[in-house]
């Protein structure tokens, strides 16, 4: 079987639109805010909890967060990241209703992995991983492996989306088909590549 494997954020979904909203619970400029909210991800797409994630953001900003507090900049930075892309979603429900085996491997928390699995357009994909859940995180060829073992696949039958070149490159040095996702056009063409 030939499986399809889709990135979630900035793939699927558009780029989080959450940030302002999280540097003003922080009463900061995004400018501020942003190099944080990145800096600690690592961890806390690797399997840290909310809690430990904003408080290590807060430390970082000298503001103090406790649990309430850590629930709603969740609930706001999961909401950021929900907002999908239609020309994408098109093309999902056309490769499942064509009988195309899918899958999700993302590099985002168990809270936000719980999130999407509630979805409708979920549905569309047989598997979805996320690194949160596995403890390691794209590029690490740990991730791809199992991958690879989730689906009963070998890494030449997959064929990767991802919109980060050291992810795409991840996959390929595991034996996988991948490509940079830079729209559904493009990604088309790359479905007939992968066919031939």
């Not at 900061?28 to 994630?53: K, M």
């Not at 590029?139 to 199992?146: E, G, H, L, T």
Request: charged share 25%; net charge negative; with cysteine.
């Amino acid at each position: 079987m030939n499986w399809i494997v889709f990135d979630y954020g900035d793939v699927i979904s558009e780029h989080t639109d959450a940030l302002p909203t999280l540097a003003k619970a922080f009463d900061l400029d995004v400018a501020d805010f942003e190099p944080h909210y990145w800096a600690e991800r690592v961890q806390y797409d690797s399997g840290g909890s909310d809690l430990e994630y904003w408080q290590n953001v807060g430390r970082a900003l000298n503001v103090p967060v406790d649990k309430a507090f850590a629930d709603e900049l969740t609930r706001i930075d999961v909401e950021g990241w929900t907002h999908l892309e239609p020309d994408v979603l098109e093309l999902l429900e056309g490769l499942h209703e064509a009988g195309a085996a899918l899958a999700l491997l993302s590099n985002a928390s168990s809270t936000f992995g719980s999130w999407v699995r509630e979805q409708e357009w979920a549905k569309l994909f047989r598997v979805k991983l996320f690194s949160g859940d596995l403890g390691c995180m794209k590029p690490d060829a740990k991730i791809y492996r199992i991958l690879l073992a989730e689906l009963g696949a070998e890494p030449g039958d997959c064929l990767f989306f991802d919109d980060r070149q050291s992810n795409v490159d991840g996959a390929r040095a595991v034996g996988m088909k991948a490509e940079r996702w830079v729209g559904v056009t493009t990604a088309k063409s790359s479905f007939g590549s992968s066919e031939e």
